[in-house]
């Protein structure tokens, strides 16, 4: 399923009027209800689904960017709409700025996989700043529409049947794109990997007295790591590793991390976290 599947042009909307969070989610509702596949749910139904969403915590994500989001009883498909606001709304972010772009997003209650990969791909999308300052500079409806088909084009990617498999690893010091790695993972349906607390060698060589004085040149701000381990497919691997290279930056050329991938000869059960 792509994000452009389930946009809808009647579910867009320049600058809304609410300011505080409960207004806003009644005002997103009433723009999710101009949706066909929400005729027959009762407008309070979805409201109350996305109140008990916010009360296991905020989906103000900060940098001006929510996207509440609920399962629903009775939906049969996904439905998206998307607000800006000029002015900026007060949606309990996490970094208790305002919000100025709101993707909500409900869907079937039978349908989580498909709902985290929704979230994932929505998520990744708005962290391009080109995408984000063309929503924040549009005028109408059909220009926020345009945006995100522009900005949602790549279908999301499908597991496919596990044959011959591959342990991923991937090295990371650089732990600021640690979700943005996992959040990759979902979109790409890898339901399960581990993340393992990791040390290199100058943080052990550091405390050993005869290299004490050699800590700034085993890196001392490099000592500690995240070792991310996943199994793939290898049909998948190449993909994988091409599109982590994207967003990390080309792995031979820069430091910072490191991604290797070994034969599996016999695995026996699963890391999926569902």
């Known amino acids: 399923m792509k994000i452009f599947d389930i946009i809808n042009i009647e579910c867009c909307l320049v600058d809304m009027h609410s300011r505080k969070k409960e207004e806003v989610l009644k005002e997103l509702v009433n723009l999710l209800k101009r949706s066909p596949s ?3 749910i009762d407008s309070n139904i979805v409201l109350n689904s996305l109140l008990d969403r916010e009360k296991l915590g905020s989906t103000g994500l900060g940098r001006g960017i929510a996207i509440p989001h609920s399962k629903v009883e009775g939906l049969s498909d996904f439905v998206l709409a998307i607000a800006t606001s000029k002015k900026g709304v007060q949606f309990e972010a996490l970094d208790n700025k305002r919000v100025h ?3 909500t997003l409900v869907g079937p209650a039978d349908k989580p996989d498909e709902h985290l990969k929704l979230l994932s ?18 005028k109408t409806p059909e220009a926020i ?11 999301l ?12 690893i991937i090295i990371l010091y650089e732990q600021k794109y640690l979700e943005d790695i996992l959040e990759l993972f979902i979109e ?5 990997s581990t993340v393992i607390d990791s040390i290199g ?7 050993v007295p005869l290299f004490a004085d050699f800590i700034n040149f085993l890196g001392q701000n490099k000592n500690y790591s995240k070792t991310i381990l996943a199994l793939v497919s290898e ?33 026996k059960g699963t890391m999926e976290y569902m």
Request: net charge positive; hydrophobic share 45%; aromatic share 4%.
């Open 38 to 40: 929400l005729k027959y």
């Open 101 to 103: 772009i709101i993707f």
């Open 121 to 138: 791909a929505i998520s990744r999308m708005l962290r391009d700043v080109k995408i984000k300052n063309e929503l924040l500079k549009a």
């Open 145 to 155: 529409y345009e945006t995100v088909i522009m900005g949602s084009g790549e279908e």
């Open 157 to 168: 990617k499908k597991p496919t049947p596990i044959e011959k498999q591959k342990l991923l």
């Open 188 to 192: 790409l349906g890898i339901k399960g």
């Open 201 to 207: 060698m100058g943080g052990i060589l550091t405390k």
């Open 235 to 267: 049909s998948e691997l190449s993909s994988i590793v091409k599109d982590v290279d994207e967003l990390l930056g080309d792995l031979d050329k820069r430091g910072g991390a490191a991604l290797i991938a070994l034969d599996v000869s016999f695995a």
